[in-house]
Structures are given as C-alpha cells and as structure tokens.
C-alpha cells in the first residue's frame, strides 16, 4: 500500500502543489483581514486544494496515456511504463473527485464552494482535452489554476473583489508563460502527432516572446495587486524580485538550448510561489 501510495503521488507530481497552494493561501491572508480566522476554513482550502489538484493530474494522466506512450520525454510515466493501472488511476481520480465535493461542506453555512464544486471540478477535467483542439491550452491550465485564489477568497467572503481577481491574474499569466516554456520541449512531436501548442503553431522563437510578453503582464499585475489591496514596502520588494526571477526564467531557456527547461519551470516558480505567500503574509501581519 505505500508503494502504491508512492506511486501515485509521484503521478499526480505531488511536490508541483506548491504553484498553486501559495496563491491560495496568500488570497485567504488577504480575506481575513479584519475577519475572524475560522480553522475549518484553513483545513478546507488545503484539502480542497490538495483533492481538485490530484484528481486533475490523475484524469490528465489517464487520458494522455496512449499520447504519453508515443512521446519518448513521457514514455517512463506511470501508466505507459505499466507501473499503475489504467484501473487504479481511474479509482484515484473518482475517490479524488468525491473527496474535493466534499471538502466543500467544511465552508458551511457559506454554500457558494459547494455550489461551484462541480462546475470547477469539470473545469479542471476539462483542461486535459484542451491541446487536442486549441493553441491556447496554456491558458486553459492557467485559468485552472487561476480559480485557486478567486475559490478561496470566495470561500472565506462569499463573494468576490477586486483584490482576488488581480491576484487570479497574477496566476494566469505566470502559469501561461511558464506552461509555454515547458512545452517547447515537445514541438516536434506535437507538431507530428497534431497536437495543438504555441509553439508547434508558431515555432520556438515567437513561443518564447509570448511567453515573456505574458510574464511582463504579470508583473502588472503584481504592482496593481500591491497597489489595490494596500499593501506595503515589503510585498513590493518582493515584486520586484518577482520580476528578476522572471527575467532569469527567461534568460535560461532559448530557442537553441531547452536543456535548462526543467530548472526553470520548478525551481525558479517554486521560489516565486512560495516567497509571495510568505512575504504577503509577513507584509499583512506588520501591517
């Protein structure tokens, strides 16, 4: 059973929650400012955040088994090697599926997370689908993980405001930028298999401008993020060192040499995730 257990976290990438859970976190810091913190709300958003995550990756991994199996950069993953079943991964992702629902009741009497549980729930199941038809399959990913502040905030308010819509922001242009970069790893074999990326679409070179393009409007909207939720000096340090990071990202990866891709999609975003929650937090609490 903990092999098992092993296994499947490692197929869900368990340790790339740390995108999305920070921005989660950091929108529930900024809602319950001037609010009672309730616990179960805390349990709730990491478990919502921990199920809707896992049952996402696992339903990606078992619809992209046959394209996993043709790619030689995906042929080792779990179940096109055979080391789960196409049986287990499905009970996962249904168990995973029920789990996130019912996180949701852990945010009574505010009903709004289990009214949208389902809806957000085919959303993110939806994403996997999404390079089968459209170039902008990025942005699908992007505003899925994008619903993680705007769910959260949510969750705590019962409604929305501009302070987690900024910050949703932030998300969809981070995430879309980086997805870009990581998938100009596959360019040939998507071009060959038909299957729909920017950079297949417009090659490399352009796919890289874009994705920087889309990181220069995320500092955007970190700024405007500072600036609405009045936020203070040591938040706007951080977006400035937000900004660094994104032109060192940046800098790491070229059309001619994508052997750094794998350093800057997780280290480089793993410390930008992580470092925001934790500054925003200390710039609330001095605050």
């Known amino acids: 059973m903990l092999a098992r257990l092993r296994l499947l976290l490692e197929l869900i ?7 999305a859970l920070p921005f989660a976190l950091l929108s529930a810091v900024l809602a319950w ?23 996402a990756m696992a339903f990606n991994r078992l619809v992209d088994r ?18 789960i079943s196409v049986r287990t991964v499905f009970f996962f992702t249904l168990l995973t599926s029920l789990a996130f629902i019912a ?9 709004w997370p289990l009214y949208l549980s389902v809806p957000v729930l085919l959303f993110l199941l939806g994403y996997s689908y999404a390079k089968r038809f459209t170039i902008w399959c990025h942005y699908w990913l992007s505003a899925a993980l994008m619903l993680s502040p705007l769910a959260a905030w949510i969750a705590i308010r ?9 910050l949703g922001l932030v998300v969809f242009f981070w ?40 990181h220069a409007l995320t500092i955007v909207c970190l700024f405007s993020l500072w600036y ?22 940046h800098l790491l990866v070229n059309p001619d040499d994508l052997g750094r891709v794998n350093l800057a999609f997780f280290h480089v975003n793993a410390v930008i995730s992580i470092g925001l929650f934790f500054v925003g937090l200390i710039d609330v609490w001095l605050a």
Request: hydrophobic share 50%; with cysteine; aromatic share 10%.
């Open 13 to 19: 990438r368990f340790s790339h929650t740390i995108f």
């Open 33 to 55: 400012r001037g609010q009672t913190v309730r616990w179960q709300e805390l349990v709730g958003i990491l478990l919502c955040m921990l199920f809707a995550r896992s049952a």
């Open 66 to 83: 046959d394209i996993d199996a043709q790619n030689p950069r995906t042929q080792g993953r779990h179940i096109p090697a055979g080391l």
């Open 103 to 111: 996180s949701t009741l852990l945010f009574l009497p505010n009903r």
């Open 158 to 166: 019962g409604s929305l405001s501009l302070e987690p819509v900024l």
């Open 175 to 214: 995430v879309g930028g980086f997805d870009i970069i990581y998938a100009c790893q596959d360019v040939h074999f998507d071009q060959e298999t038909r299957l729909s990326s920017i950079p297949s679409r417009w090659g490399i070179r352009k796919a890289l401008r874009f994705a920087m393009l889309s």
């Open 228 to 249: 609405v939720a009045a936020l203070g000096i040591p938040f706007l340090i951080a977006v400035l060192a937000v900004a660094g990071l994104l032109i060192y990202e």
